[in-house]
């Protein structure tokens, strides 16, 4: 490597260079704000379409004539949308290309939000939210993969972390949309979380690049990974014939497979009961809440004001741990965070129907429960190399679903043995608690596996 005169570095084409090396001594510039703020903006419209059903619901179901114990199933049929498309667009991130799949699934859940919008019976809104959710699930896993795979090591959970809040701007989002919208029609929700992300996908096209690990694994034209280095690290120059390699190369096995071998197999286990946990408790208390509210009395502008304030204090809780986790190990502060959520979730079982109550108790959860579920997604990706980063963070969010799809049924049935909305939050707490333990023990997995 030779210097060049002020506007960059000459690699010789004999020399092999280390892309992941100048990735992480990049110094943070406009591309990186630009690749996550791309990412951010479709998982911004990602948490407005999933939390637009749990908006909608009680609209919804008087419309349609549909039980709340049967709201458990339209909710789960999303859920599980969500589990197979987080595996199969994890996996086919990997072979097709993040970007690709990252507008494919954008394509997928703007459309099917414009069908749900149509449904008029049970089985159609269960039809429509599946579809839904297998796009919604695989936008999150390629997007945390794309920003993981840009961002320098140094700021690379910080900034994946700072990406996924716009998941939970787009709840907050569309949480407000929905209290000026459902006056006029329920269905004018799914018309535009179905409108803007189709609309959104052209930018994407345009702006968004390739990563650079995926294309340096595919053997791609030198000449185009040496332009995208020169925009992560401007004044990178490189000969036509250089070499470019990676720190983790792709050893060319069935990515699934990758996940389990070299030593890899306890930590994802561990993994994969971390999000399964932890998920199960999230979804069913952020999907139920809003008809839970309304059972016990609080009018709409008061239910939206708590499931806001829980979004909000998802993104002030990413916001406060994204500097704490530079300095303090990534898995005791989601341990940490899981324990408190259950405590959170058992205060809010105890708070009486009075908004400002529950509003401060709901923001509160909302920093501690999901404020930690966002520091868990972005660190999911750095326990796997870049070769199969997307199936490893697709596979751990994709079990963890598994969690989401049985926990609003299992709300439901409960709600229809007769428990009320205080037991309801009180048995949510259990699952985080659990997600907390299981964190401590992959904690000192890892601190084995490091030496």
């Not at 490597?1 to 960059?8: A, D, H, I, K, L």
């Not at 591309?31 to 990602?46: E, K, Q, S, W």
């Not at 716009?166 to 919208?181: D, K």
């Not at 990178?236 to 389990?260: I, S, Y």
């Amino acid at each position: 490597m030779q210097p060049s005169g002020p506007r960059g570095v000459v690699e010789k084409a004999s020399v092999r260079v280390n892309v992941t090396a100048i990735i992480d001594s990049a110094a943070l510039n406009g591309f990186h704000i630009r690749v996550v703020g791309l990412c951010a903006l479709l998982i911004f419209l990602d948490g407005f379409d999933l939390q637009a059903i749990g908006y909608a619901a009680p609209a919804v179901s008087y419309a349609l004539g549909i039980s709340r114990p049967m709201l458990g199933p339209v909710f789960s049929a999303g859920f599980a949308g969500l589990t197979l498309g987080a595996m199969v667009f994890g996996l086919l991130g990997d072979r097709w290309g993040r970007k690709t799949v990252f507008v494919l699934c954008g394509m997928v859940f703007g459309l099917a939000s414009l069908g749900t919008a149509t449904a008029g019976s049970l089985m159609q809104l269960i039809a429509w939210r599946l579809v839904a959710g297998f796009g919604l699930g695989g936008a999150t896993p390629v997007a945390i993969t794309i920003a993981t795979d840009y961002c320098l090591a140094r700021m690379r959970a910080a900034l994946t972390m700072i990406m996924y809040c716009g998941f939970t701007l787009g709840g907050v989002f569309g949480g407000w949309v929905a209290s000026v919208i459902l006056p006029y029609g329920w269905e004018q929700l799914f018309y535009i979380g179905g409108a803007l992300p189709l609309l959104f996908i052209p930018l994407l096209i345009v702006a968004l690049p390739e990563t650079i690990e995926f294309l340096v694994n595919r053997n791609a034209d030198p000449a185009r990974i040496a332009s995208i280095l020169a925009r992560v690290r401007p004044g990178f120059t490189a000969a036509p014939d250089v070499v470019f390699v990676l720190d983790d190369q792709n050893a060319g096995g069935f990515p699934l497979m990758e996940l389990f071998r070299h030593g890899r197999a306890r930590r994802t286990l561990l993994l994969w009961a971390v999000f399964f946990c932890s998920l199960l408790a999230l979804f069913a208390f952020t999907t139920w809440l809003p008809t839970l509210l309304y059972s016990e009395g609080s009018s709409a502008l008061q239910i939206v004001g708590v499931t806001a304030a829980v979004q909000g204090g998802g993104l002030a809780g990413s916001l406060l741990l994204s500097p704490v986790v530079v300095r303090v190990r990534p898995f005791l502060v989601i341990a940490v965070g899981f324990l408190q959520a259950a405590l959170c979730l058992v205060l809010f079982s105890r708070m009486p129907p009075v908004y400002p109550l529950l509003a401060g108790t709901g923001l509160l959860t909302g920093i501690c429960f999901v404020g930690t579920q966002n520091l868990l997604n972005a660190m999911s990706a750095q326990l796997y190399p870049p070769a199969i980063r997307s199936t490893g963070v697709g596979w751990a969010i994709g079990i963890g679903r598994i969690g989401a799809i049985a926990g609003p049924s299992i709300a439901g049935l409960l709600l229809a043995l007769g428990f009320t909305p205080p037991d309801l939050f009180l048995v949510a707490a259990v699952p985080p608690a659990m997600a907390g333990l299981i964190a401590l023990v992959l904690l000192r997995s890892l601190r084995l596996a490091n030496g």
